[in-house]
């Protein structure tokens, strides 16, 4: 079987206009954090990955929260005087507030334009705007369009149902030879937006199918959820489980040509950020890491206090930072192919360095070995200093105490992690380390 | 009633001309270790704040020191040959040695010199000396002065008693809601001296004052002491109550118009080293802290080894570092009211400050609460970003485990205290936070 | 008795010239890691410092390693057509690649080369080289002549054995106060070479007799050892003692200009590393520390994971970073009298430095003790601050709590050792410290 070396054998040209096809695929679909939007979504999903779908009924109790009434749309529109539709739902699903209450009636224009959102600064974008926990309705239009309304009634009408239903969610667990986990968790509940965050959901489909086909020391669980409610309402019927969860990432914002952003977990040192970290300094590219800070996306729920998972987030330039963020400017031409497989690839060598990440306790730790008897001998230049293979051998020895990972020796060697690893490979075959049972 | 905080209701021009005022009255007095000067003093200082008067005998051991003969003085001069008073004791109490013994004699020029001390850098100044564990005699003058004595003898008279008596001292205690207390130290043993240290008794005083009024967490313990063996005498006697003391600071050096000087306690990341630092980082002015070393006033005492109190030391300039230190000029005109107000609301700031800074414990700690339904949540910026209330609330939830004091939280999340502060109130009247018992 | 202290009666410039004239004794040797070159340098050592002088049988099994056959040789040579011997080991005994195995024959210029080793970027210069683990043979010559070769065919002769027979080295053991030892390591495998090592067998040498004739709170052992082999055997046949071993130093590369390095033990952070650290600094000359790494000399073995014992490296230009490394230019030119001085007295240094550094216990811990009445009291600067020699006492009393060292305490107070200790003596006569147990 394959490893989760994303080297050996993967084409992320091609992956890449595959996922920025999917996503065009998911991209028409009106998705909110309840409703027949998800379960489209999870069913185009499906196709690409078998998923278990969760439906969790209204009502459900979660931690300090309640599962919410679900909303689905058929149409909404803003006619004017005329009886022309000078809002559509068809030609957009932004136009709609999220959970708009159904309505219909005619309004002076005065009331409607307390119902209308704009972006001033950017007035050819429409805004993206929801009101999930209070219930309203409005609508959302480019600036240009609010400032040349002149009639004085207008005729609003929400095909919309707000009422006891589900919260959906989809899972892909893949079994590997521990049962030992790395998450991966993705928001689905944002409608026609494509960095945030149809390129979370396309990488982390096409990061489950490589993997499902590759052997695995850790066992790997997806979940595609709605924001918020969505990791809450996980956590909360899943709180059994989550003493698997050995490491984690968020994935969000994977599309844009920005440079890679971890956001570190809450504990700031666990080995999900050093990896990652490890991963984007030896990428030759500029990327950037921060702290933990208690708002973002849903590892503020897997970091908050009482659970403090080991679980960070990868994005490409963060929420909030790119002007297109939350508008209709966050569309298919926003997203490049080139930069979705740039962000899956990273995905695959992150998760490629857990997987090879292991504790090694030395079998000879008195003195060297006799390594030429083992043919892992080589001499050293004309300066006395070993060659980097023996190097790599020399450290490994060193440090493999079992209390050092191989990432940790590598950092204090100031060697890259794949000639520690080679190093390791060596010594194995050697019978002189031995893998520390953790 | 009030809090501590300076900010509510308090005229701080009004009180650093007070405090100056306060001053003037003490500063005639000839005050030393032991004496008639230090209970003039401490009747001064009953006049503003009830006050218990201690009296310990001379003789009494107090750890490896042994209360001294109690020194009082009534008059001393030197006369010149036509019998005029050209050193006189009544012009300023600094011309004559603290603890001079008592002499009348006639004495020869050269002899008279082994006597007199000088500030040859400084010859229009007068130094102060002591000599408390050597019995001896002397006066100081300006330099100027010894330059022109030429006259061959002189009448010498110290009219001085050395004789059992006591050592006094004077203390306060307020009673807050715990009986842990916030120790304020003062030295009380220099003659007319005003930055070293009438300026320190006088804040204290003030700061004693106004803590009387306001409602306290904290008890707390104000000592008006003579030097080295003050705090010892006081240490030893009181040694059953030193497990009561969580945060001290000894005063000094605080009307001159210098930028303010933290010395750290002995343990250096004590939770009063880290209150005093981040109200200085926060003052908007120039400012040092500096670690501990083992000499400087009773903070040596204090966290000498075997006791190693939280004890800082609050100044301006501190002793030594400014030219009128120890001399008479180091008067009525070096010390100005707005630098002593300055020290006076920086201390009430510190003071609040300790007050305020609670241990909580998140009672939702599973996933962040819902914010909406307790009128807490603000709806995010359009760059995806909580207003600043709506951080603080969040970062204190995240980080509200019963081992992060709010100021610790403050640092982490790069808010300033009242920020974070204001965030913990919301979330207590919310029922989402518990006060860790500590 | 004396003490470690070198500066007490210690003629360094003789001692230098002393030491280069032993090397001078010692260069013809051909020394390799056994056999009858060992032996006679071990002799010749042994008429300055009494010396325990081990056989261990080759085929003894030490560790993973096995004591190795011995290896002798009488004569070597190259012969031409003439006849003449154009490659001669009585000229150098670096002409012959250590542990060939005896040989005659005649053989084609093409297979002579074969078998023939130069440095083409020091055309001069003869390199030095073993095979001790493969059986095979050699000849080390200046590449100028390799290039004159044109004969056809030479005779070839080496006169060798390689049978069993023993591993031989040379064990000092000085006896101290105390059982605790300091472990000095040098190498004794190379032929004439004279920085690397015999510039190191001499300062040891020259340490081993300063220490037997001065007062010692700790014993110690220094091992005269071909390297790897050597250090693995003595480990091995050792492993009771090694819990006495405190600290230890690797002795190599002493005569050189070059500035003194110092490579820390594995620990990083023992007092070995401490105390050669702090000698550097004060000495007043530009110096190196660098981290342990693992390879260099006989500390790999030290410091290999099982043992993880405080044994340094202290050398002055490190092996392979100067060009005559290795070479036959690493002769009696290259290495300078007042170098092996210097080297000598930073060991000194170092060793009073350990015997110096003691644990204190304050037996006054609460509150200063007073000064005066002990003749300690030395009066404040006008300015306030203690003289040096009081704030030295000041310091000790605030930080002698039996966790820090004389050392810590230096470090702590910005101020000398001697300083420091100079504190520690006045305290102790004055019955103020007590040394803690360690």
Redesign the interface.
């Given at each position: 079987m394959k490893s989760a070396d994303p080297d050996s054998s993967f084409d992320s040209v091609e992956a890449g206009h595959e996922m920025h096809k999917f996503i065009s695929e998911l991209y028409p679909i009106c998705r909110s954090i309840t409703g027949n939007g998800v379960r489209q979504t999870l069913s185009l999903i499906n196709k690409r990955i078998p998923l278990e779908i969760k439906e969790v009924p209204t009502g459900t109790k979660v931690?300090?929260?309640v599962v919410p009434k679900e909303w689905n749309i058929s149409d909404a529109y803003v006619k004017n005087a005329k009886g022309e539709r000078i809002i559509d739902f068809r030609k957009s699903n932004l136009h709609v507030v999220g959970y708009s209450i159904p309505m219909k009636k005619r309004v002076s224009l005065s009331e409607l334009k307390q119902h209308l959102f704009t972006?001033p600064e950017h007035p050819a974008w429409v805004?993206y705007r929801n009101s999930y926990?209070?219930e309203d309705w409005g609508f959302c239009v480019n600036h240009d369009q609010l400032i040349e309304l002149s009639d004085e009634y207008y005729e609003v009408c929400i095909e919309s149902s707000l009422k006891d239903g589900h919260l959906t969610y989809g899972e892909v667990h893949l079994q590997g030879d521990r049962d030992e986990e790395i998450l991966i968790s993705t928001h689905i509940c944002h409608p026609s937006l494509c960095n945030d965050n149809l390129s979370g959901i396309a990488v982390a489909v096409f990061l489950a199918q490589y993997l499902s086909s590759v052997s695995r020391r850790y066992s790997y669980r997806f979940l595609f959820l709605p924001t918020?409610i969505g990791?809450?309402t996980w956590?909360?019927l899943n709180e059994a489980k989550l003493s698997h969860i050995k490491h984690g990432l968020v994935l969000a914002c994977l599309g844009d040509t920005g440079a890679f952003t971890y956001k570190r977990s809450?504990r700031g040192n666990a080995e999900i950020d050093k990896v990652a970290e490890y991963v984007l300094k030896y990428s030759g590219r500029d990327y950037k890491v921060t702290d933990f800070?208690?708002?973002g996306y849903d590892e503020?729920?897997y970091?908050?206090?009482?659970?403090n998972l080991p679980v960070g987030c990868f994005m490409r330039t963060p929420?909030?930072?790119f002007p297109e963020?939350?508008t209709s400017a966050d569309n298919l031409d926003f997203i490049k192919p080139g930069a979705l497989a740039e962000s899956l690839e990273n995905c695959l060598k992150i998760i490629d360095l857990l997987e090879k990440n292991v504790w090694f306790v030395?079998q000879?730790?008195?003195?060297?070995?006799?390594l030429?008897?083992r043919g892992l001998?080589r001499p050293?230049n004309?300066?006395?200093?070993?060659p980097i293979e023996?190097?790599g051998i020399?450290?490994v020895?060193?440090?493999?105490?079992g209390d050092h990972s191989l990432l940790d020796i590598a950092d204090r060697?100031g060697m890259s992690f794949d000639e520690v690893s080679k190093a390791a490979d060596d010594l194995m075959r050697a019978g002189l380390l031995k893998i520390n049972k953790d």
């Open positions: 931690f300090d929260w972006i805004p926990y209070k918020t990791s809450i956590l909360a809450r800070y208690p708002y503020r729920q970091c908050s206090l009482g659970f929420n909030g930072q963020y939350h030395n000879n730790p008195k003195c060297e070995p006799q030429g008897k001998y050293l004309t300066k006395g200093e070993p023996q190097l020399l450290w020895l060193n440090l493999a105490d060697a």
